[in-house]
């Protein structure tokens, strides 16, 4: 219980939680754009037709932009670029690190509409819905060391 007040003690500000969005959608608009050359520039040179149906362009898109991010956050352990940059990370609310499903949910959730208005007015769909938040980083794991010192405080190496 005692980490779940450190989790909410330390939860990123709306502002950091602006910050990471925006990094985060240019990293991965960046990353599409160079995917998407190289697959191209791979089909033109087979000579095979690129197909220009909206419906098959549109669904690469939203699974490019869900894959990006799930990677970026899963080979990361929960910090995307935009985190690295304003100092935050991706927690469980309970406060221990998501397993690969829970960045999975957290990533397919994006795709719902508005969830990148939806932590203005509370907890944004895609942390509720993976039970994650964002917190920063530093302040939320001094906290937790100091949590281990206090309960390790009298116990010898030898217990």
Do not use: W
Not at 75 to 97: F, H, L, N
């Amino acid at each position: 219980m005692y980490q779940d007040y450190k989790v909410g003690e330390h939860k990123a500000n709306k502002g950091l939680r602006i910050a990471n969005y925006l990094i985060d959608l240019a990293t991965v608009v960046i990353i599409l754009i160079i995917i998407i050359t190289v697959i191209y520039l791979v089909l033109e040179l087979f000579a095979i037709n690129f197909s220009e149906d909206n419906i098959i362009l549109d669904l690469l898109m939203y699974l490019g932009f869900v894959g990006v991010y799930f990677l970026m956050e899963v080979i990361t352990k929960g910090r995307s670029v935009g985190k690295y940059i304003t100092g935050t990370k991706v927690v469980m609310i309970d406060g221990s690190e998501p397993l690969v499903k829970n960045y999975l949910i957290r990533n397919l959730c994006r795709l719902i509409p508005f969830d990148q208005l939806s932590f203005l007015f509370g907890g944004g769909f895609h942390d509720t819905i993976s039970k994650t938040t964002a917190v920063n980083k530093k302040a939320f794991e001094a906290n937790l060391s100091q949590q281990d010192s206090i309960k390790n405080l009298g116990k010898t190496e030898i217990e």
